[in-house]
C-alpha cells in the first residue's frame, strides 16, 4: 500500500527557531512535493523535488531517495509561517498525481 | 489568467442533485488535476489529464464522478446523484509536464 506518513501532526515553536518538519514514503516515487496552507487558505506548492536538495528563502527541503525520506527545514521561523505544511508523494511515473500525508500543523509564537 | 481560475467557490445543494465544478488552468500548462479535500479524508487525488492522453481516473471514488477537459484547457468535474459524503473542497491544479503545481482555491461543495 501506498503511504505517506508525516511527523510531527502538531508543532508549536518561538519565533526565531529552527523548524524540521519529517515525511516518509513507502514507494518508489517520481517526486516529492512539499505544500503549504495557511488556515481558511488555498494551497501553495513551497518544493518540488526527486533527489538532492533545494532552498527558497528561508526553506530548505531535502530528500533520501534510498531512505524515502524528506525533510522540510524553516530558518530564522516567523509568525507568519504559521500554517498546514504537506508532504505528498508523486506516484506512477507522474510527478503530480500525488498520495498526501495528514499535514503539520505549525504555529509560531513571537 | 494568471493562475488556476475554479467556480464557483461555494455550492450548496441538496442530496441527489448533480453538480459541475469548473477549472480554468494556466495558460499553457498541459497537465490538470483534480484533488478533494475533506474533513475524513484528508486530501486524495481524483483524476488527471496531460496533453492529449486519456485521462488517469484512478482516484475517482464511484461511477457517480466524471470529469472532461475540453480543447486542452478547462476542465469540469461533475458529479451525479451527490451524496452528503460528497462534502468537500474540490481543489484543481495545473502544471507543465513535468513540473511545479499551482492550485485553484478550490469549490467548497456542501451537500444537504
Known amino acids: 500500500k501506498n503511504e505517506v506518513e508525516q511527523s510531527p501532526q502538531n508543532l508549536t515553536a518561538q519565533e526565531g527557531e529552527f523548524i524540521t518538519i519529517n515525511c516518509s514514503y513507502s514507494?518508489?516515487?517520481?517526486?516529492l512535493h512539499w505544500l503549504q496552507q495557511h488556515p481558511g487558505g488555498g494551497i501553495v506548492s513551497l518544493f518540488m523535488?526527486?533527489?538532492g536538495k533545494k532552498k527558497h528563502g528561508r526553506l530548505i527541503a531535502t530528500i533520501n531517495i534510498q531512505e524515502k525520506h524528506s525533510s522540510l527545514h524553516i530558518t530564522a521561523s516567523h509568525p507568519r509561517d504559521s500554517a498546514v505544511y504537506i508532504c505528498a508523494a508523486g506516484y506512477g511515473g507522474a510527478t503530480n498525481k500525488l498520495i498526501f500525508g495528514t499535514g503539520t500543523l505549525l504555529a509560531v509564537q513571537p | 489568467g494568471a493562475g488556476v481560475s475554479q467556480s464557483p467557490s461555494n455550492k450548496v445543494t441538496e442530496k441527489g442533485k448533480d453538480v459541475e465544478l469548473r477549472c480554468d488552468p494556466i495558460s499553457g500548462h498541459t497537465a490538470l488535476y483534480w484533488y478533494r479535500q475533506s474533513l475524513g479524508q484528508g486530501l486524495e487525488f481524483l483524476i488527471y489529464f496531460q496533453g492529449n492522453s486519456a485521462p488517469d481516473k484512478s482516484g475517482l471514488p464511484s461511477d457517480r464522478f466524471s470529469a472532461e477537459r475540453t480543447g486542452g484547457s478547462v476542465s469540469t468535474l461533475t458529479i451525479q446523484r451527490t451524496q452528503q459524503e460528497d462534502s468537500a473542497v474540490y481543489l484543481c491544479?495545473?502544471?507543465?509536464?513535468?513540473?511545479?503545481?499551482?492550485f485553484g482555491e478550490g469549490s467548497r461543495l456542501t451537500v444537504l
Open positions: 523535488l526527486s533527489s
Open positions: 514507494v518508489g516515487i517520481s517526486a
Open positions: 491544479a495545473s502544471s507543465r509536464y513535468p513540473g511545479e503545481l499551482f
